[in-house]
């Protein structure tokens, strides 16, 4: 990841976000290798997507945010109760 999004950037990330439905979902068994897969393939196709993360543990979902921007090399836009909002440039 080359540099931070600017708050501009973000907020234009998240206005374009706001009709997405989440295509990734962490669930009971956290943050597998079969999620990093999925949410990797989905920002090479996406760039811009959702993830939903079950679970009632807040403090559990903000440190897999930040293992899932850190494994998959993406940037976290927005994270609201349990959805998420991730951003990863494709180079092509």
Not at 16 to 23: D, M
Not at 34 to 43: F, G, I, S
């Amino acid at each position: 990841m080359s540099k931070s999004l600017s708050s501009a950037e973000k907020a234009e990330l998240k206005q374009q976000a706001h009709t997405l439905q989440p295509v990734v979902m962490i669930g009971q068994n956290g943050l597998t290798e079969a999620v990093v897969k999925e949410t990797n393939a989905n920002l090479t196709a996406h760039e811009l997507i959702k993830v939903r993360i079950l679970g009632d543990d807040r403090d559990e979902r903000k440190l897999w945010s930040a293992q899932l921007c850190e494994q998959t090399g993406a940037e976290l836009v927005q994270h609201i109760g349990k959805i998420l909002v991730l951003y990863r440039k494709n180079e092509d």
